[in-house]
């Protein structure tokens, strides 16, 4: 989570690259030269199965996100020639939302993370802290 989701970076990719005049080919080339993750992976064999004229649906229907496989659909009706402005900003909303569900879903499970370690290690020290000076004491009574 250190960096930003790639679905949504090659969605900005493809944005990016229609507004400068340039196609959706080149907005997803620009995101598979940048990027280096399975999603990345994903583009650079969705191309070369579009390009080599392979049925591209096999490939798309196995990745597991469904943002990323409707990505990845609008793409293809991009390459085809088709109007998918209006659709892009749709899903970076999408996109948006489920990273804020995620980034929120993170941050309620941090407590019970900490949990452990506060336990496992504050936890016997402040045991040590309280009962150490009491042990002591109770020590050099038996030794009398």
Same mark, same amino acid.
């Given at each position: 989570?250190?960096? @930003?989701? !790639?679905?949504?970076?090659?969605?900005?990719? &493809?944005?990016?690259?229609?507004? +400068?005049?340039?196609?959706?080919?080149?907005? @997803?080339?620009?995101?598979?030269?940048?990027?280096?993750?399975?999603?990345?992976? +994903?583009?650079?064999?969705?191309?070369?199965?579009?390009?080599? =004229?392979?049925?591209?649906? !096999?490939?798309?229907?196995?990745?597991?996100?469904?943002?990323?496989?409707? %990505?990845?659909?609008?793409?293809?009706?991009? %390459?085809?020639?088709?109007?998918?402005?209006?659709?892009?900003?749709?899903?970076?909303?999408?996109?948006?939302?489920?990273?804020?569900?995620?980034?929120?879903?993170?941050?309620?499970? %941090?407590?019970?993370? &900490?949990?452990?370690?506060?336990?496992?290690?504050?936890? !016997?020290?402040?045991? %040590?802290?309280?009962? =150490?000076?009491?042990?002591?004491?109770?020590?050099?009574?038996?030794?009398?």
């Amino acid at each position: 989570m250190e960096d @930003l989701n !790639p679905a949504l970076k090659c969605l900005i990719e &493809m944005q990016a690259a229609l507004q +400068n005049g340039e196609s959706v080919r080149a907005g @997803l080339i620009r995101f598979v030269q940048s990027g280096d993750g399975e999603f990345a992976r +994903n583009v650079r064999r969705f191309l070369f199965d579009r390009e080599q =004229g392979r049925d591209w649906r !096999p490939a798309v229907s196995a990745i597991r996100s469904p943002v990323r496989r409707a %990505l990845l659909e609008l793409a293809a009706c991009g %390459l085809e020639g088709q109007t998918i402005q209006s659709h892009l900003t749709e899903l970076k909303a999408e996109i948006q939302n489920s990273c804020e569900g995620e980034i929120r879903q993170h941050v309620d499970m %941090l407590p019970l993370r &900490m949990l452990f370690p506060l336990l496992l290690f504050l936890f !016997p020290s402040y045991l %040590l802290l309280l009962f =150490g000076p009491l042990v002591t004491h109770f020590l050099r009574e038996i030794a009398r």
